[in-house]
């Protein structure tokens, strides 16, 4: 993409007229129909279609097929996550969080760990830091897999699926050998991380590596992103303009492939992102066709931050001393991680004891649905689908 | 003939897709039989939690103390003491049951247990019909601590 543009942020957000709610969109299509004005019809979508990535029910309008509104209807996997914490020790709440987006555990775990460590103003080890900042990028490349599989599975690519999960087994097979689970790690504690890693792991983590860089990585672009059957189903599509996503309160890739260039690890580095290097790739037009190659490349940026990770993995503890009883201050405090769905954030307030009194949980993956009708509108129900897979949510975080 | 150059770039994209398939044939396959041929797990991998057995005395490690219970996020786990006639607590547990079906794998009761008396099993074959049947007592547990292949339990040193 020569041609990135890149835009200020904050320039020309505009309101948006608010979509009618779900009553309303009901009521709304009945009385059309009744006067006989519009052939309208209402489509349930889901919450049982395998398109959905889990339980996701959209109430569509249709006109023929082309959609005239889709209302997301969610809270099918609610847990009531927030309100079970609150009689929880802190060490407790982390593996709980772990089944928040449970496809991206790690970026949870640094979310609610580091929110703890801010209000106890507690210092990681660097090696600690470091290793954090490897299993996190790992945790980027298997999400950004997972989605790579399934949204060309949504475009009727079967074989890409099974290509991007044979090399996210590897990755979780890398996990479980240091983490001892292959998808809810519970491995980063308040004040550094469970175990340490061996240099045998590394070497494998190294080897692991340059198979997805040589043969995987170039295999998945000549399957899918530069299949021109892909091109034609993603370009154009499920169009948000910068304004748009600045304004729905989008992050991560959704609002990079607008064009905004905003990444928490540049912007507010929460782990030591500023001693790497690495690229942040922004799109142009905002459509599906940028938001999927702003993952692809992001999957290359996150192998370029491992290496550079192993390459200066300095030796010492990786946990920080801490006292028995863990037992924050009073006071609240604001932890934000870029996970790779984007902005996942912690509000945490403590009230001195040794659990927290509230904690909110900042999810990307429902703001991004609040913008599945602003990208559906003109579309057909083929598109839907793609627009559904492009901003690539998790229901188990949508609802929590 | 900008028609022409689509059909063309998009006919050499499908090859392009083909070939990568064509050069997946002569690899070996990825998956492995599953109820036939076991995953290979490595040390540590979380299964279920059960109860050590001391080697010497035959006894359990645990005294009962209940600080697995306390850690436990969902409250899966629940200790009795054992006492005698006078009331006197006798340090090991009368009952000890395991809820496999709340159970998440956190590893928070091992950690917490300050007389190594739990182990993580990589055992992770744990289904059964009746949902009962998911709550296992303490021989149950130390059973399969005792039978469980000793390679794949994930001991030796504390992860």
Redesign the interface.
């Known amino acids: 993409m020569a041609d990135q543009i890149e835009r200020s942020i904050g320039a020309g957000v505009q309101v948006i007229e608010d979509a009618e709610t779900m009553e309303e969109a009901l009521r709304r299509a009945h009385l059309e129909e009744q006067a006989g004005e519009r052939r309208r019809m209402l489509v349930n979508f889901g919450p049982q279609h395998p398109s959905t990535h889990g339980v996701l029910r959209v109430l569509l309008t249709l006109e023929g097929e082309t959609v005239i509104d889709a209302q997301p209807d969610i809270g099918y996997l609610h847990r009531n996550w927030e309100k079970i914490v609150e009689g929880w020790t802190y060490a407790m709440v982390v593996p709980f969080s772990d089944r928040n987006d449970y496809l991206a555990a790690i970026c949870n775990e640094q979310a609610v760990v580091g929110a703890v460590e801010r209000l106890m103003g507690i210092e990681v080890p660097e090696r600690g830091q470091f290793l954090r900042v490897l299993v996190f990028e790992l945790q980027r490349l298997t999400s950004h897999l997972i989605w790579f599989g399934t949204f060309a599975m949504d475009m009727g690519a079967t074989t890409a699926f099974l290509h991007a999960f044979r090399e996210r087994e590897r990755c979780y097979s890398l996990f479980e050998e240091i983490t001892g689970a292959r998808l809810l790690y519970n491995y980063l504690r308040i004040g550094g991380l469970r175990n340490d890693v061996p240099d045998s792991w590394l070497k494998k983590l190294e080897q692991f590596l340059d198979d997805f860089e040589k043969e995987a990585y170039p295999s998945y672009w000549d399957l899918v992103i530069n299949n021109e059957i892909f091109r034609v189903r993603t370009k154009g599509i499920g169009v948000i303009t910068p304004e748009q996503a600045i304004a729905y309160g989008a992050s991560g890739p959704v609002l990079r492939g607008s064009g905004i260039r905003w990444d928490l690890r540049k912007v507010d580095p929460f782990l030591p992102y500023d001693q790497f290097e690495f690229d942040i790739p922004v799109g142009t037009n905002g459509d599906a066709y940028d938001r999927a190659i702003v993952r692809m490349k992001e999957m290359m940026e996150s192998v370029k931050i491992i290496r550079q990770v192993m390459k200066r993995l300095p030796d010492g503890p990786v946990m920080a001393k801490l006292p028995r009883a863990l037992r924050p201050p009073k006071g609240q405090v604001y932890n934000r991680v870029e996970s790779p769905r984007g902005e996942v954030g912690v509000y945490l307030i403590s009230d001195g004891g040794t659990g927290p009194y509230r904690i909110k949980w900042r999810s990307p993956c429902f703001t991004h649905l609040m913008l599945l009708p602003v990208m559906a509108r003109g579309h057909l129900v083929a598109d839907l689908v793609t627009c559904i897979g492009s901003i690539d949510i998790v229901l188990g975080e949508v609802d929590r | 003939m900008g028609v022409l150059n689509?059909v063309a770039?998009?006919a050499k994209?499908?090859v392009?897709?083909h070939?990568?398939?064509l050069r997946?044939i002569f690899k070996p396959p990825?998956t492995i039989r599953y109820p036939d041929e076991k995953p290979e797990?490595?040390k540590?991998?979380?299964g279920m939690p059960v109860l050590k057995v001391n080697a010497e005395t035959g006894e359990l490690n645990c005294t009962a103390c209940g600080l697995c219970a306390r850690?436990?996020?969902p409250g899966c786990i629940e200790v009795i003491e054992e006492t005698d006639a006078n009331g006197k607590r006798m340090r090991r547990p009368l009952a000890y049951n395991l809820d496999m079906g709340k159970c998440?794998?956190?590893?928070?009761c091992i950690e917490a247990c300050p007389f190594d008396a739990l182990e993580?099993a990589a055992n992770f074959e744990i289904s059964v019909y009746d949902p009962e049947n998911l709550v296992f007592n303490k021989d149950q547990l130390a059973t399969i601590w005792k039978n469980y292949d000793a390679v794949r339990i994930?001991g030796g040193e504390k992860?």
């Not at chain 2, 998440?104 to 928070?108: A, D, G, P, Q, R």
């Open positions: 689509d770039r998009a994209s499908i392009k897709g070939m990568v398939t997946e990825m797990q490595p540590g991998s979380r850690s436990c996020p998440m794998v956190c590893n928070l993580m994930a992860l």
